[in-house]
């Protein structure tokens, strides 16, 4: 079956840098689009980065320049490196395969002095 499973979280301080790691299988992984998103208490899941089949990239403005969305097909995982972190980054991070509804558990994030 699809699993997708998420790690590198942690707590940081601000300014920090943390690399989340997707570790995907049951499906064929180089065929398929990936998306980070994160969920912080009591607003919505949102995205915050995708990254295409052919590596294409995109970005929500709110991390553009600070974070890096990557992938290594021949290990089934994408990565979220995270730089110049701030205390408004804290929040579950998920990955996703995107257009297929499949999400792993998250990975908590939180960024504070």
């Known amino acids: 079956q699809v699993q997708l499973r998420e790690s590198g979280g942690g707590l940081v301080q601000p300014g920090g840098s943390l690399r989340l790691s997707c570790a995907a299988s049951?499906?064929?992984?180089?065929?398929?689009?990936i998306g980070w998103y994160r969920q912080a208490p009591g607003k919505e899941r949102e995205l915050v980065a995708s990254?295409?089949?052919?590596?294409?990239?995109n970005y929500a403005d709110f991390v553009k320049g600070r974070f890096t969305i990557s992938r290594d097909n021949a290990k089934n995982t994408a990565y979220l490196q995270m730089n110049s972190l701030n205390p408004e980054d804290t929040a579950v991070y998920y990955c996703?395969?995107?257009?297929?509804?499949?999400w792993g558990q998250g990975t908590q994030v939180t960024v504070s002095a």
């Open positions: 996703s395969r995107m257009a297929y509804g499949y």
């Open positions: 990254i295409t089949r052919g590596g294409s990239t």
């Open positions: 049951g499906f064929i992984f180089s065929t398929s689009a």
